[in-house]
Every structure is written in C-alpha cells, then in structure tokens.
C-alpha cells in the first residue's frame, strides 16, 4: 500500500526479534516454541525491512534443515510428522535464504509426489484426502523444484474444476 514509511519499523522488528527461540527458527509470541510458518513469515518480514543481518542465519537455516524428515517432507518442529503445508514453509524460507540446496532434495520431491491422490488433488500426507491448499503447496513446490512434469497436469486440473460451486465458487 506504499504506506511502510507510516510504522516504527524498529518496532516491528523488535517485536519480530523477541519471538526468535535461542535454537532457531521463530514463535508465534514471545516465549512459544518455534513454527516453521512463522518462521518464513518472520525471515520474510526482517528480509523486506532490510534487518536479516539482526540474526544468525546458519543458527536458523540449521534448525531448518533438522525439520526433515527422512521420508523427505518436513515437519513444523524438529522430530514432528512430515506434513505438506510445513514443507511447503520451510522450503520457501530455505529459498529466502538461498540455500535449498542444503537438503535432500531428491527425498523432498519423493515425498511432494507421495501426497498426491489418485483422483487429482494432493493431501497433506500420503493416502489422505486432496484438500485445495494442499494441492497449490505441493504444485508450488514442484514447480519451483522443475518437477511439474512428473505429474498429469490435466487430471489436477479437472479435479480443481470440480470444486467449482454452481456460484462460481469453491
């Protein structure tokens, strides 16, 4: 809205700075335990009010990287269920970063295709119901990765399709 001359940016960064756990990553409010979304959430605001140099990014990109899992996916917090919008976060924050290429790539893109349904769509775990969110993550992530073409794009589409209401909604 070209209005961010209008805050006290050092407050706001301030606040972001107190949510920042001692082991990485950030909370939702002082003194939680660190999130994974709120974490890209956090990197990207310090990022655009030109503040990442206020953090030790290797303590971050490391608690980052110990959110995957071994089946590929990442979960919200270390030692947490691989789950398709956690690594759908981390992957954009370790893309902040410029630094994807720091984790098991061929294992991410295993499990991004382990979320897809039969019918079209993808769900946030394997062999789990297609949900929209989910399925925008995972066709983000596989983009980004040059991945698209390892599914059937039509069957996707007409699966968004049929989620389309007589209204015009979804």
Known sequence: LGALDQIDKDKVIQFILSTEHPNGGFAPIPGQQPHVETTYYAIKLLKDLNALDKIDKNKHINWLKSLQNPDGGFGHNPGQTSHIAWTYFAVKTLMEFNVLNQV???????????????????????????????????????????????????????????????????
């Open 104 to 170: 098991d790539i061929n294992k991410l893109i295993e499990f991004i295709l382990s979320t897809e349904h039969p019918n079209g769509g993808f769900g946030h775990l394997p062999n789990q119901q297609p949900h929209p969110v989910y399925t925008y993550d995972a066709i983000f992530l596989l983009k980004m990765l040059d991945k698209l073409d390892g599914i059937d794009k039509k069957k996707h589409i007409n699966w968004l399709k049929s989620l389309q209401r007589p209204d015009g909604g979804f």
